[in-house]
């Protein structure tokens, strides 16, 4: 049977997708991979494309890293700056795969607009970050001597990243099957 990793920078055609599988045509033969516990997906359409496999990725640290809360204690001199800060340090992380107000906007339960609020009064919800992102964040309030609190509990899992194109599917594994 063939393993996920010899698909690898392959050029394969999306024959079919489900919220469970994807139907995928290499060298003139169709492999299913179902989804094992699936994350997340954005497949939109059928195409031929380049096949990509990641156990690290920035894609996946919202799900291979535990969650942080973090809230602000004191005010930051220059709000500003350290809100370009924050972005700065988030996509230094993420890459840009994903947008970095997505860590106040969701899961977080505050928007934008209270986010920027507690920055301008020094006290609140910031948002909610995984790990990583907690760590360079910690480094950015003590250098700028801001005081924050954050809560969590430090655990990792280990998540799957399958990428044709711009399209992807994260799941905790891929079973693979020959049709």
């Known amino acids: 049977m ?3 990793i010899n698909f690898q920078d392959q050029i394969v055609e999306i024959q079919d997708f489900q919220s469970t599988y ?3 045509r290499y060298q003139e033969r169709l492999y299913r991979f179902d989804f094992i516990n699936k994350k997340e997906a954005f497949l939109k359409q059928k195409e031929i494309g380049n096949f990509s496999f990641y ?3 920035p894609l996946l640290i919202n799900y291979n890293e535990s969650m942080y809360d973090v809230f602000l204690n004191s005010k930051p001199e220059c709000p500003n700056k350290f809100i370009e800060d924050i972005k700065y340090s988030i996509n230094y992380i993420i890459q840009e795969w994903r947008s970095w107000k997505s860590y106040i906007e969701f899961d977080s339960g505050i928007t934008y607009d209270v986010f ?3 920055l301008h ?3 609140g919800k910031l948002m909610r970050v995984p790990i990583s992102i907690m760590e360079k964040l910690k480094e950015l309030t003590d250098q700028n001597n801001i005081k924050i609190s954050y809560f969590g509990e430090k655990k990792f899992s280990q998540n799957q990243l399958i990428m044709i194109n711009n399209q992807y599917i994260i799941a ?3 079973r ?3 049709i």
């Open 55 to 57: 156990q690290l990725h």
């Open 172 to 174: 905790e594994n891929f």
């Open 2 to 4: 063939d393993k996920i």
């Open 121 to 123: 009064k020094g006290s």
């Open 22 to 24: 994807i139907i995928l």
């Open 116 to 118: 920027l609020q507690n």
């Open 176 to 178: 693979l099957h020959l």
